[in-house]
């Protein structure tokens, strides 16, 4: 089952910035371009880009695709980054398919990162929780209603920004 991608390795491609691009995201505003929001799914960890579905919409709408995609990141994360990267383009619509998961943003260590409820240390494979008491996360952080809420307090942000650029915007869970 491997085979093909054992002659077919996946090369991933980054920009300057950190994205999944094979071009650098500077401001062309007469570009036209389709924005794509998300965590790993949308990044297309594990797929050849042709696989993506960034990719494939994107040869529906003829528009150049802007993958914002970031792994392991929440709705905060694709709100900090179509804030950034929509005055940068003529954008035509924006797609954004994250899950509803138990991921934060906070500042930490001096930097604004993405901190999702439970860590793996990459050197040891152990989970470690950070920067939160266990009971902490226990009795709020991994909540049904307090995940839903940080979740879609961003999407109407999102929602926001882009009726502000007169773009449309195409939001799924994934839940259906």
């Avoid at 990044?43 to 709408?61: D, K, R």
């Amino acid at each position: 089952k491997l085979e093909a991608y054992i002659k077919n390795p996946i090369k991933y491609v980054w920009n300057k910035d950190g994205f999944r691009s094979d071009f650098e995201y500077r401001p062309q505003k007469n570009l036209e371009v389709d924005i794509y929001l998300g965590c790993s799914h949308t990044l297309g960890t594990g797929h050849h880009t042709e696989n993506t579905w960034p990719y494939h919409v994107s040869q529906i709408t003829g528009n150049r695709a802007i993958n914002l995609g970031q792994g392991g990141t929440g709705t905060e994360i694709s709100f900090i980054n179509l804030s950034k990267y929509i005055k940068f383009f003529k954008v035509v619509n924006v797609f954004h398919f994250q899950p509803v998961y138990a991921r934060y943003t906070f500042p930490f260590k001096g930097e604004i990162g993405n901190i999702p409820v439970q860590n793996v240390n990459l050197e040891t494979g152990e989970a470690y929780y950070i920067p939160w008491k266990k009971k902490h996360i226990k009795e709020e952080l991994i909540r049904d209603d307090t995940i839903a809420y940080n979740h879609f307090k961003h999407i109407m942000a999102i929602q926001g920004i882009c009726n502000a650029y007169n773009v449309p915007y195409f939001h799924f869970t994934g839940d259906r």
